[in-house]
């Protein structure tokens, strides 16, 4: 029987970390943040009073064993002066099925049985109004997911608007794990999302299985500025209960001197560097290697493969 591992996290990150972790012999639980409020699913939160979709149209296709071809339909937004202008092929299907069903769940469960997607996907809630606060260290309130990324402050608590009902598959979930991974991404608006819920925080600290987080690359304009590897799991713990983070995976890949300045200049993101006394300290366990490529756009990502391999060799050892 192969070891069940529960990833969670939204946006990007944990899209490309799926589409090299499906190719293990793992048994995979993707819990996805449903409270992006901005771009194509903002906007079909606002008209059809859904939860959002976009980040599970990406994990659903990266874990799909379909053609290429299909895939980039899924991903392809709408380029037109009509009402589809921006919105992603995936997205509208992905609210087509939930209009039929009722529930989100339920229509993941379709999509994925059409994609071929041999693991399964649950969003952390099915709550159509859920909204993402954040505290700034000024005291300002920020609502919304979109709003708090393009605040580019300090935020000093993230919480929600009202307490999610999570999905009782999710803690399940969590329950019967060998691994739990909080995934490489925003810390504010993919990782934190899942793990502020009061019913998901009793069930890890219930879990017998260790936590794993996938430290990001680079930092995160306004929010993470000038953190390092211990920085990201020390916030990481203060919004966890009983159990912390138990390992840590981190990129010693040398950054050249054009990217840094590259990412420095374009995007204000400075490379997340490792601390090896602080992550002693911590008493997190550290695995590190060189895990960074550059991707064909030119931009720093994860080895996906290289990344997987140490999980999965982590998660055989353990």
Not at 157 to 178: N, W
């Amino acid at each position: 029987m192969y070891k069940k591992v529960v990833v969670m996290g939204g946006g990007t990150g944990i899209s490309y970390l799926l589409r090299g972790l499906k190719d293990f012999p793992v048994d995979i639980t993707a819990v996805i943040t449903v409270s992006d409020n901005g771009r194509s699913t903002g906007k079909l939160r606002q008209e059809f009073h859904t939860p959002a979709v976009g980040d599970i149209r990406k994990v659903i296709t990266n874990l799909s064993q379909i053609d290429e071809p299909i895939k980039k339909m899924m991903s392809y937004r709408f380029n037109t002066s009509s009402d589809l202008d921006g919105h992603a092929v995936g997205n509208l299907i992905l609210t087509a099925m939930l209009d039929i069903t009722g529930s989100l769940k339920d229509s993941i469960a379709h999509l994925s049985k059409i994609l071929d997607v041999r693991h399964t996907v649950l969003p952390i809630s099915e709550d159509s109004d859920l909204t993402l606060m954040g505290l700034d260290k000024d005291g300002n309130v920020i609502e919304g997911e979109e709003q708090i990324t393009q605040a580019h402050r300090e935020f000093k608590k993230i919480f929600y608007k009202s307490e999610p009902k999570v999905l009782p598959e999710v803690l399940k979930a969590i329950e019967e794990a060998d691994l739990i991974i909080f995934s490489m991404g925003s810390l504010y608006t993919s990782v934190l999302p899942n793990i502020i819920c009061k019913e998901v925080e009793k069930a890890l600290d219930k879990a017998k299985a260790p936590i794993m987080y996938l430290s990001n690359i680079v930092t995160q304009p306004g929010e993470t500025d000038g953190f390092t590897v211990g920085d990201h799991v020390k916030l990481l713990n203060r919004y966890l209960n009983k159990k912390k983070v138990d390992v840590v995976v981190a990129s010693n890949t040398k950054i050249s001197e054009a990217m840094a300045k590259k990412y420095e200049s374009e995007e204000q993101k400075d490379p997340v560097l490792i601390d090896y006394e602080e992550l002693e300290k911590i008493g997190v366990e550290l695995l590190e290697d060189d895990l960074m490529i550059i991707d064909e756009d030119n931009t720093l990502k994860h080895n996906s493969l290289k990344l997987s391999s140490l999980i999965f060799s982590y998660l055989m050892r353990k």
